[in-house]
């Protein structure tokens, strides 16, 4: 098993420009979740999914947007890329959610700057 | 207040040393979890639980649910313990975790 895989792993963006961060895991989890992680803070849940056609936000959704058409896929969009979304994106997957005794499994991570 | 506090932010530290870092969360929760961050950025869940305490090899995981409280205790301590760990708790009713800012960890020979 792969596990979780993001691509890419680095980006620069300039301001207004868009772009998806790819994630697909392969271990046939319901739950995907995409975090953004500033420097010094802590994980903060952008959106999740608990299976295929359903998605709901986070805490900080304002300037993303998902889709989850598939149990393996989980793609995040930024549109208009500002420099407060200058971060590193984590995905990870869950086979029963956050609120049970059950591994997340995250990917390796995508640095985005955003000049 | 943020929902998750972990004590120390920072904690530094000689080989062999008795490491214990702390959590305490202001919530109900059905679950809480330790991960671990390596200098490269990877994570990796070291713990769950909700009750009581767990070992894996020198980690040992406790929980207080009354006092809403957990500590991860590390054992003779190497320099290869090196890395952030992060506590999360798991919220009652929400299919979603709620994380702490991390403490990083740093353990010289």
């Known amino acids: 098993n792969a596990g979780v895989t993001q691509t890419p792993k680095f980006r620069i963006l300039k301001i207004g420009q868009s772009m998806t961060l790819q994630c697909t895991q392969d271990?046939?989890?319901?739950?995907m979740y995409w975090y953004r992680q500033d420097p010094g803070m802590g994980l903060k849940l952008i959106y999740y999914?608990?299976?295929?056609?359903i998605t709901d936000k986070g805490e900080v959704p304002n300037g993303y947007n998902v889709s989850r058409s598939t149990t393996e896929d989980f793609p995040l969009r930024l549109e208009l890329a500002a420099p407060s979304q200058t971060s590193v994106y984590f995905c990870?997957?869950?086979?029963w959610g956050g609120g049970y005794e059950d591994t997340q499994y995250f990917g390796p991570g995508t640095r985005l700057t955003v000049l | 207040k943020n929902e998750v506090e972990q004590s120390p932010q920072n904690l530094t530290a000689q080989e062999g040393e008795f490491i214990t870092i702390n959590c305490s969360y202001s919530?109900?929760?059905?679950?809480l979890h330790w991960l671990q961050q390596h200098p490269g950025g990877g994570i990796v869940s070291l713990f769950m639980?909700?009750?009581g305490k767990k070992k894996h090899g020198r980690l040992i995981a406790t929980i207080n649910i009354q006092e809403k409280h957990s500590s991860l205790h590390i054992t003779a301590s190497h320099p290869r313990d090196s890395a952030v760990y992060i506590c999360?708790?798991?919220?009652?009713?929400?299919?979603?975790?709620?994380f702490g800012q991390g403490t990083r960890l740093t353990i010289n020979p």
């Open positions: 990870a997957s869950s086979y």
């Open positions: 919530v109900g929760i059905s679950a």
């Open positions: 639980l909700s009750s």
């Open positions: 999360a708790v798991g919220i009652q009713g929400a299919q979603k975790l709620v």
């Open positions: 271990m046939n989890h319901n739950y």
């Open positions: 999914s608990v299976g295929a056609g």
